[in-house]
């Protein structure tokens, strides 16, 4: 077995890195050096395996249950059909009303940036989406700017995908300065987690066009364990906090992987030492092939109960679900928040 740390990524550009994720079972199982567990292993073709080093170095080597490993490892049990569980279960189709534009919640809308990621996490509410039907020109790009341009009701633009920061900084650069320049704009909020997967990928460049806009600047980062929350990843947030953008996190409560009290205050302790807001942990969205990482709304409540007993409210995240065409995400006592 190769090491992780001796296959020659750490020397590698994060687009170089990217391009070179893990997207076989075979070889993830020998990297890992989890060949010959018991695995229950089935790819789905339209939602393959794909991971990369700098994520699977903080896989724990020879264990079948790392809460990592569990994340981005293919199961038998997503083919298993679940009543409930649908392909798109926030009905965002339905809310677009401009190619790769959605309009959930008042105030604000989603851009499509992308429509892939640097990691494929099994639980994502988007892994069935027709991103293909919403691949964006840069006449596309136009049709949005116009839309929210006619719009004065809107004042946040939210970049997602996929994951908004597999396109490089030049064409995001180019996006951002369409949009800092619509008066009613002031904020832009980005959903990531690639500083997660690759934090090689919070570079210079990056660096340069988030410090050099004039709308206020919200990251958001998709973390769910702390031991996603390695040094180098650490360090790049640190860059980004230096740069004034300001520092979010939301997490999915799984099961098996971070269903435990312990588990979300050591997370909301290691965040906060990167100047980072713990802010939404949501129920898993009910989306088909994810079923087997779904906890109960009774057994969700009891967790964060546990996990604010001992934790300082500003450490404390929301526990939130999203219900189709609620005006905002709704708590589970049942309150908009």
Known sequence: MIPLSDTG????????ILANSVTTVAELTKLLGIEGLPLDVE?????????????LARIETHNAHDPLLLQILPASLESAEQPGFTVDPLEEQSAT??????????????ILAAGACAINCRFCFRRHFPYDQHTLSRDGWQDIVACISRDDSLNEVILSGGDPLVVNDQRLAWVVR??????????????????IAIPQR????????LAG??????LVIHCNHPQELDDPVLESLQRLRQAGVTLLNQSVLLKNINDDADVLVALSERLFEADVHPYYLHLLDRVRGAAHFYLSE??????????ASRLPGYLLPRLVREVPGARAKMPVDGFMI
């Open 9 to 16: 990524w750490q020397d590698q550009s994060w687009q170089e």
């Open 43 to 55: 790819v789905d073709p339209a939602f393959p395996l794909f991971a990369p080093h700098p994520y």
């Open 97 to 110: 009303f401009v190619s790769g534009l959605i309009r959930k919640y008042q105030g604000r809308v989603l």
């Open 178 to 195: 369409q949009l800092e320049v619509i008066p009613h704009l002031r904020r832009l909020r980005i959903h990531t987690r690639l500083p």
């Open 202 to 209: 919070v570079c210079d460049s990056l660096l340069q066009w």
């Open 213 to 218: 806009t004039s709308l206020k600047t919200i």
């Open 298 to 307: 009774t057994q969700a409540i009891e967790i964060h109960q546990q996990a």
